[in-house]
T-cell receptor, first 112, second 112 residues
Framework: GQNIDQPTEMTATEGAIVQINCTYQ??????LFWYQQHAGEAPTFLSY????GLEEKGRFSSFLSRSKGYSYLLLKELQMKDSASYLC?????????????FGTGTQLKVEL | EPEVTQTPSHQVTQMGQEVILRCVPI?????FYWYRQILGQKVEFLVS????????KSEIFDDQFSVERPDGSNFTLKIRSTKLEDSAMYFC??????????FGSGTRLTVV
């Protein structure tokens, strides 16, 4: 079966650092994606990990451990506009479609 | 930056009516997808399309659903006889190869 777990909600302070964790159990693995989604809008791509380790992209970093089925998204220097839902998604190489399977998302609230 | 375009942004339809949701993927992308997100729930895979045919579909994508790429640019999702539970945000996405999927801004479908 497929299982992708993330915390439902997190709260952090402007200027701080927050780490959003994701654990997954899927029938196959061909990469892990993080997306940001503001309410009523489309998911926007943040990062992609297919090999173990850390990928850094400005204020955002993402880490992957395939042996542990674990990833995290690290957001630094938090801004109010970072308040959004953060979606962890795994690409599975099944059926030829390379579909993404999403977790339920972590709603991040950034406060003053 | 290239975009995936979806129309209409919002559609209200009566139960039992047919709806067609339209998408224009990014022109040099090869894989096309439909996802849906019921309010407050996670993004769910519906169908993937490659080389002019369905490559994978979920159990949600039953006989009431169909997809077409009628010309070189449009990619449509048809729901033959809508039900109340089809009310959701429908996202089209496209992918060139291994990197991030690009999502359209979505069509909010309300079945009354």
């Amino acid at each position: 079966g497929q299982n992708i777990d993330q915390p439902t909600e997190m709260t952090a302070t402007e200027g701080a650092i927050v780490q959003i964790n994701c654990t997954y159990q899927t029938s196959g693995f061909n990469g892990l994606f993080w997306y940001q989604q503001h309410a009523g809008e489309a998911p926007t791509f943040l990062s992609y990990n297919v090999l173990d380790g850390l990928e850094e992209k400005g204020r955002f970093s993402s880490f992957l451990s395939r042996s542990k089925g674990y990833s995290y998204l690290l957001l630094k220097e938090l801004q109010m506009k970072d308040s959004a839902s953060y979606l962890c998604a795994v690409r599975e190489p099944t059926g030829g479609g390379n579909k993404l399977t999403f977790g339920t998302g972590t709603q991040l609230k950034v406060e003053l | 930056e290239p975009e995936v375009t979806q129309t209409p942004s919002h559609q209200v339809t009566q139960m039992g009516q047919e709806v067609i949701l339209r998408c224009v993927p990014i022109s040099n992308h090869l894989y096309f997808y439909w996802y849906r997100q019921i309010l407050g729930q996670k993004v769910e895979f519906l169908v993937s399309f490659y080389n002019n045919e369905i490559s994978e579909k979920s159990e949600i994508f039953d006989d009431q659903f169909s997809v077409e790429r009628p010309d070189g640019s449009n990619f449509t999702l048809k729901i033959r006889s809508t039900k109340l539970e089809d009310s959701a945000m429908y996202f089209c996405a496209s992918l060139r190869d291994r990197d991030g999927y690009t999502f359209g801004s979505g069509t909010r479908l309300t079945v009354v």
